[in-house]
């Protein structure tokens, strides 16, 4: 039985006071969620102040990147050693604002991905289609595109030390979510290509939907076979909001 991980990627918002208020917050309801584990993804600058809040509370910490390399001379990167120290749990890796606003690649979310399972932070590896490529109809190669990225470098069993987000690009902060049908289906491709390497790490990896997911449809969006929990934007910088999607499991 697969868990569910609901996870908060908050971007470049919040302020040191902002962060705090989201904490307390989110620590004084936790104890309502009780079908679903809970992280927070904050900017990095914030990583370990956040960590600091969440002190001995059941809440994950992830970074919203991680460096293909172990250190040295790369200016504005995010040591893998740097994070584990700082009490990462998770890294997203491959978000599409990544890829399309800072030309991340496929090779290089592959590399980033080597990398962060190499230092045992687990990878959040979000892929999915733009609005131009599910129009043509091609939803399902641009998927398995940036899989097989991973796949044919890492191999399948690294896939089994991963969380996967499927992230529709025409839905990310547009407030235009993916049906839970649309979103289900191709949850089910994502798995069956997997399954067709391995049924042990199909079985296993939690699929996280992700794009504009808010407390008003995360129950049936949540309800979806293959659907294990979420990869929350704006709906993650508001405590209540949060917690709501996380007691929806
Ligand atoms: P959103 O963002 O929930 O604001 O659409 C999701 C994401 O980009 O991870």
Redesign the pocket.
């Known amino acids: 039985m697969r868990r569910t991980l609901i996870a908060g990627?908050w971007?470049m918002n919040g302020s040191l006071e902002s962060i705090g208020e989201l904490m307390d917050g989110i620590k004084a309801g936790l104890a309502e969620v009780t079908n679903a584990d809970m992280a927070v993804c904050p900017p990095a600058i914030y990583l370990m102040k956040v960590k600091s809040h969440i002190g001995d509370a059941a809440i994950g910490l992830g970074s919203q990147n991680i460096c293909d390399q172990e250190s040295g001379a790369f200016t504005g990167e995010l040591a893998p050693a740097m994070l584990k120290e700082a009490g990462c749990k998770y890294a997203i890796i491959g978000?599409?604002?990544r890829r399309s606003l800072y030309g991340e690649s496929d090779d290089l979310v592959a590399r980033r991905f080597a990398m962060a399972v190499a230092s045992g932070v687990t990878p959040i590896l979000?892929i999915g289609e733009t609005l131009e490529e599910r129009e043509s109809g091609v939803t399902e190669q641009v998927v398995s595109r940036q899989l097989d990225a991973v796949i044919d470098t890492q191999g399948i069993d690294a896939i089994g030390q991963c969380v996967i987000?499927y992230?529709p690009v025409w839905?990310?902060?547009?407030g235009k979510t993916a049906s839970p049908e649309q979103a289900q289906a191709v949850h089910a491709f994502i798995r069956s290509k997997l399954a067709a390497l391995s049924v042990d790490v199909a079985d296993k990896v939690q699929i996280l939907y992700?794009?504009?997911?808010n407390a008003a449809n995360a129950a049936e969006l949540l309800s979806q076979p293959d659907i294990d929990g979420g990869?929350?934007?704006?709906?993650s910088l508001k405590a209540a909001d949060f917690l709501a999607i996380g007691k929806a499991a």
Do not use: D, F, P, V
């Open positions: 990627n971007k978000h599409s604002e979000c987000a992230e839905a990310i902060g547009t992700g794009g504009s997911m990869l929350i934007g704006g709906a």
